[in-house]
């Protein structure tokens, strides 16, 4: 067994790497601190919405940007086209920073 200083990964990059989006995903990936989003955009999804699905509105230059923990949930994607009018590009994004904006822009 190796010792404590000759461990391959460390727990901390091993719990970073864990909990970073889209490890299974081909989607890009979304730093949503370093974002600006307009206000309106970021109330084209309800508090409600964004919670439940864990997504967040980013910008609607052509497609609606949609920043996801889980890009690939289509009944998420589906609801949000039907709900905006918008056709949808997911991104990833960590839950962390997903919570983070919708605490920030979508309050009660």
Not at 34 to 58: M, N, Q, T
Not at 80 to 92: E, L, M
Request: glycine content about 4%.
């Amino acid at each position: 067994m190796p010792a404590e200083d000759q461990r391959l990964i460390d727990e901390p990059l091993v719990g970073q790497l864990t909990s970073e989006p889209s490890l299974n995903s081909r989607a890009p990936v979304v730093r949503l601190r370093h974002r600006l989003v307009h206000p309106g955009i970021a109330r084209l999804i309800s508090k409600k919405d964004c919670e439940r699905y864990k997504i967040f509105p980013v910008s609607a230059l052509g497609p609606l940007e949609l920043a996801m923990v889980n890009p690939d949930d289509k009944e998420a994607i589906k609801h949000v086209s039907a709900i905006t009018g918008y056709s949808v590009c997911p991104v990833a994004a960590t839950e962390e920073d997903i919570q983070a904006a919708i605490n920030y822009y979508l309050t009660d």
